[in-house]
């Protein structure tokens, strides 16, 4: 069966089962979303505006679309694979498990809006749950880890500066499972994945795990929230 049919089927079954005996408590819906403190090691505001990258895996890189595309300072949002090689970045491949990769996007974003620390606080937070070891919700497998791909020595700095913040200050009950590792290489996925859950708002996956999440961004980061959507590329 193909992966995308396969997770939309699961995804569909799991809330059924779920929900129904317990009240649809699990990933998605509506998980407690844990409102961060700012990094205390961050990058300030550019002076002048420009372009940085981040990329970032949690999860299905559906939802991790959907919610950077509607935070401030953010001018574009990619989905692809990173943490494998090019040559086996390939939606079926990928789903194996096998080949190293991370769904994962790849966000482009202005440095005098936003800073790398702001974005990983929403990363850290309302995109998807750093504790969860290898899966997401109801999708299972080292593709779908937690990981920060860090492009030069500063993002790294920060990066693991706010995850020992957060581990310090025990903000999850819960020890954080997030990698950080240098992006060897990011791989746009398929044309179908991108825009993905804006395309398909009533898709029983999209409801049930992403959706809540754009809500989440807009009541728990309200001057972050951007109405108007980035483009995919």
């Not at 498990?97 to 850290?124: C, M, N, W």
């Not at 990011?186 to 859950?197: C, I, K, N, R, V």
């Amino acid at each position: 069966m193909n992966c995308l049919i396969l997770r939309c089927a699961v995804t569909l079954f799991t809330a059924i089962t779920v929900c129904g005996f317990s009240g649809c408590s699990y990933a998605g819906g509506d998980a407690q979303v844990v409102r961060l403190p700012d990094p205390e090691i961050d990058a300030p505001l550019a002076k002048t505006g420009g372009q940085e990258t981040a990329v970032l895996a949690g999860g299905c890189f559906w939802g991790v679309q959907l919610v950077f595309q509607h935070v401030k300072g953010v001018t574009s949002v990619t989905s692809g694979y990173a943490g494998g090689s090019a040559q086996q970045a390939d939606y079926e491949l990928v789903s194996t498990g096998t080949t190293g990769h991370a769904e994962s996007v790849r966000i482009t974003y202005d440095p005098s809006k936003i800073s790398y620390g702001q974005l990983l606080k929403v990363y850290l937070s309302v995109a998807h749950d750093p504790t969860q070891l290898n899966r997401q919700g109801p999708d299972v497998g080292t593709q779908y880890r937690s990981e920060i791909f860090y492009t030069n020595g500063e993002q790294q700095k920060i990066a693991q500066a706010y995850i020992n913040q957060l581990q310090n200050a025990k903000v999850y009950s819960r020890p954080i499972v997030t990698k950080v590792a240098p992006l060897s290489g990011f791989y746009p996925a398929e044309g179908y994945h991108q825009d993905y859950a804006t395309l398909n708002p009533h898709s029983p996956y999209i409801v049930i795990n992403d959706l809540p999440k754009l809500s989440n961004l807009k009541a728990t980061y309200p001057l972050l929230f951007q109405t108007a959507k980035a483009p995919s590329s």
